[in-house]
């Protein structure tokens, strides 16, 4: 995840991954857009590292789009059983 350097950074978990298009938000926006989100499961285990290694390895976007399902908002939700 190096020199992606996106406009537009699109995280979350699968409703991102699938729900958001990248490239029709370049294409609507003329910003270059990328889609960093993962499964639920990777999230609940993994929290935010990925946008972490992201932002690390990049130059900060101009939009930080993040979408989540509503059962990630629940206190519960990242106990993994």
Known sequence: MHGRDCDVLIFGDST???GIDPEAVQRNTGFRTCNIAV???V??????????HYLKNN????????QLSPDGFQPESTRWS
């Open 16 to 18: 991102a991954m699938t």
């Open 39 to 41: 499964t639920n499961s």
């Open 43 to 52: 999230l609940s285990v993994t929290h935010n590292l990925t946008l972490d």
């Open 59 to 66: 130059a900060p976007p101009r939009i930080l789009l993040v």
